[in-house]
């Protein structure tokens, strides 16, 4: 479904990404996991076609950069990108109309309700908190029902309600088949569903590994995470 | 305090420190400080010539009371609406914190703005030849112009904040600001037009008389500006003392305004504060600065939805949608009709087919600089236009559509009202408004090309300095093009369609420039800012 393959992005001298493959299958959920500035967000930005890379990503089989990929994937950023004025209901009409998207209407109240926001559709961009904000661009990211979803620090300014109401979505779209791939450095809030990891240190993957493999050695995220970054600092 | 010196001169060391890492602007200080350097050593020049027939001082001072009048409306509308503020946000969450006191806190944010304000009156220096040669200016009198200027916007600064102390909260006492604000300037005009009546003078020979009138100078803030300059003009020593005890006189109270309370001045100026970091960030992202002010907005059922567009297209109607929303009449802002009174003021008195041409020339100067902010620069800082599964060309002139839509609506009424004041003829009106609206073609079409060849927008320096060139570049062609074909080929009778070559070949260069760009969004990086 994801397939990346030695990607490199350069800020000018700075490589924040380097020469980076990893896979994510249908129905699995990987973590990119890492320390500040370890270059997730840079990895996500690539996948998302926002930023320019050498190397290759692919999407459900097509480059990340086509149309067709772009109707698959769904990008959820850091911080909400929102119109100041457009109401709620329209940045979900917006999205709806720039993907062409038919029969939306049902899913976007069900993605509002989902996250409390029905009783906000009127509300401007400019007038929801940043908690707000993020729930919308949460439900704008899953309204065209992509096959790939990337989520850049879901969970950070989440109320109690949306961080689990987005939990468990996010499982319920791993039962449907969706490859999904989520960059967080908060381990706590994504330990309970994910089937893959991936850790990141200044802009390398330095592990990669299985949920059952690690669960066979009896190691856990928290352990592994440590042993591998602050292992990989004491070498330097 | 020691913290406070130390905080002042570190941020100034880091500030000259960090150009290192910056080169294009070094080179721009140091471009600008060469030419400052030049100018003072113009300056010193001793000159053995005796020249005589100088202009007229009181064009200074009508200059400097029309920037005053200006300021003085802006500086206590923002006052009125969110304050003023020394600090930035970083002030805020550190040192409001702090165990410091709050009086050498004001007195930090004071010495730092005073810094700020006077680092930005040196544009004054680059002046000095003009002043020299055209008003016979010394050293004194134009580093009084400077102290003018600068004590001009720092006492303006105050004096918003000093408003918003006195009227946040309470709607008589705005409405008082206002009122008064409003018989000032309104009895400035009457006061101008008794004296037109009186001396039955030209409308600039009547402006002229009024700032030079010695009640002028005792009029707040803007006349003791033009009184401290024509002080030191005049070597009135009592006009300079006057003007300055009025400044002084005025900062004290409004300090005293702001610490009489227990010095309670941090909930003031927070607000402020925060409104001015978030516009810095608007600023950034090439959004609209003014959109941060949170108003809650009752959007009515009639008007709640985009309801059209499919792909690529929704960008038009969205931006349609929100272009109604922030403002009152559609692509019609506060600028367009102030522009709108400029041209038919000057079209009324120029009367002159070859003059109205002057009016279209600075029309399309001033869209140079406002076109660049279009929609189009909003939507690269947002990561849905790449996102969205469209053809990057698609989706580039479906969010260019509403910046042409503006040049459009500008020219309707710029050269609609140039019509009605009979600055020109009918048809010639049509014309230079197509001409208007096919420069706004190609400035939008620089848009993309900056965006495509640098990867981002220029800055205000870059527009002055290089965006320039290279819109001499691609609009001397149709200049020229103009110009030949006026003269050698256009009978007389069909001279109203003068521009016509220009616009025919400005629309060329718009296309051009947008087919040469058309995989911009596919080639861009999203970064959520411009600059």
């Not at chain 2, 946000?89 to 930090?108: E, G, H, Q, T």
């Not at chain 2, 004290?252 to 009489?260: D, E, Y």
């Not at chain 2, 400035?443 to 819109?471: C, D, E, H, M």
């Amino acid at each position: 479904m994801l397939m990346i393959s030695n990607v490199t992005k350069k800020y000018g001298k700075v490589t924040a990404n380097d020469k980076i493959s990893l896979f994510v299958d249908a129905g699995e959920i990987s973590l990119l996991l890492g320390p500040n500035g370890a270059g997730k967000s840079t990895l996500i930005k690539c996948i998302a076609g926002l930023l320019k890379f050498t190397g290759t990503i692919e999407i459900c089989g097509n480059n990340n950069k086509s149309l067709r990929a772009k109707r698959d994937m769904g990008y959820i950023p850091e911080v909400p990108a929102l119109y100041d004025m457009l109401t709620v209901w329209e940045h979900m009409e917006f999205i709806a109309r720039a993907y062409s998207l038919s029969d939306w209407k049902e899913r976007a109240e069900y993605l509002l309700q989902r996250f409390e926001m029905d009783d906000k559709k009127k509300k401007l961009g400019s007038e929801l908190s940043k908690g707000m904000q993020q729930k919308l661009s949460i439900c704008l990211g899953f309204l065209p029902d992509p096959k790939v979803i990337l989520f850049d620090e879901p969970l950070v300014g989440l109320d109690p309600h949306a961080i689990k109401e987005l939990k468990n979505m996010i499982v319920e779209q791993r039962q449907e088949g969706k490859a999904i791939l989520i960059s967080t450095h908060i381990l706590d809030s994504v330990d309970e569903f994910w089937n893959s990891v991936n850790i990141m240190m200044d802009g390398k993957i330095v592990a990669s590994k299985k949920r059952k493999d690690m669960e066979e050695a009896g190691e856990d995220l928290e352990q592994l995470f440590f042993r591998i970054t602050e292992g990989a600092k004491g070498e330097k | 305090m020691r913290a406070l010196t130390y905080l002042l001169f570190t941020q100034a060391k880091n500030r000259i420190l960090n150009l290192r890492k910056k080169p294009a602007m070094l080179v721009l200080y140091c471009f600008i400080f060469f030419v400052i350097i030049i100018s003072v050593l113009y300056l010193l020049q001793a000159s053995n010539d005796i020249k005589t027939g100088y202009a007229d001082n009181r064009i200074i001072y009508l200059i400097i009371g029309g920037i005053g009048l200006m300021y003085l409306y802006l500086y206590v509308y923002t006052g009125l609406l969110t304050g003023s503020t020394f600090f930035n946000m970083a002030d805020v969450n550190l040192l409001f914190v702090a165990p410091i006191s709050p009086v050498k806190i004001l007195i930090y944010g004071l010495f730092s703005t005073i810094g700020k304000t006077l680092l930005a009156s040196v544009f004054i220096f680059y002046q000095i030849p003009n002043l020299k040669n055209a008003f016979g200016y010394g050293a004194k009198e134009i580093l009084a112009l400077f102290f003018a200027y600068s004590l001009l916007v720092f006492i303006n600064h105050i004096l918003s904040i000093g408003i918003y102390v006195f009227s946040n909260g309470n709607q008589n006492r705005k409405s008082m600001v206002w009122s008064i604000l409003y018989v000032f300037i309104g009895g400035i005009f009457l006061a101008a037009f008794l004296i037109y009546k009186k001396e039955q003078a030209g409308i600039l020979e009547t402006l002229y008389s009024m700032v030079d009138n010695k009640w002028f100078g005792y009029l707040p803030v803007v006349g003791w500006t033009v009184m401290l300059f024509k002080g030191v003009v005049t070597a009135s020593a009592v006009d300079v003392i006057i003007s300055l005890g009025m400044f002084i006189a005025v900062s004290v109270l409004c300090i005293l305004m702001l610490t009489g309370r227990e010095a309670d001045y941090y909930e003031d100026v927070l607000y402020s504060t925060e409104i001015t970091f978030q516009n810095k960030l608007n600023a950034k992202e090439g959004r609209n600065t003014s959109s941060n002010i949170k108003r809650h907005k009752d959007i009515k059922n009639e008007e709640h939805g985009i309801n059209k567009g499919k792909g690529a297209s929704v960008f038009i109607y969205k931006h349609l949608l929100e272009i109604k929303r922030s403002s009152r009449i559609l692509f019609i802002d506060g600028l367009s009709i102030f522009t709108a009174v400029g041209v038919g003021i000057a079209g009324y008195f120029l009367k002159d087919a070859m003059k109205a041409y002057i009016i279209l020339a600075v029309l399309i100067y001033f869209q140079y600089f406002i076109t660049i902010f279009g929609k189009l620069k909003y939507e690269l800082t947002k990561p849905y236009i790449y996102m969205i599964p469209e053809s990057s060309f698609k989706k580039l002139l479906a969010a260019s559509v509403s910046s042409f839509l503006k040049p459009c609506a500008d020219a309707v009424i710029f050269f609609g009202v140039l019509a009605i004041v009979k600055g020109a003829g009918i048809l010639q009106c049509l014309f230079m408004a197509l001409t208007y609206i096919a420069s706004g073609a190609v400035f939008i079409g620089l848009t993309v090309v900056y965006q495509r060849l640098f990867g981002a927008q220029p800055n205000l320096f870059a527009k002055i300095f290089i965006g320039f060139l290279l819109t001499i570049l691609v609009i001397t062609p149709g200049i020229v093009a103009s110009v030949l074909i006026t003269i050698y080929l256009l009978p007389e009778n069909l001279y109203f369609m003068a521009t016509l070559p220009y616009t025919l070949i400005c629309l060329i260069m718009a296309f051009i420039m947008f087919f040469l760009c058309r995989n911009l969004i596919d080639k861009t990086e999203y970064s959520g800012r411009l600059f």
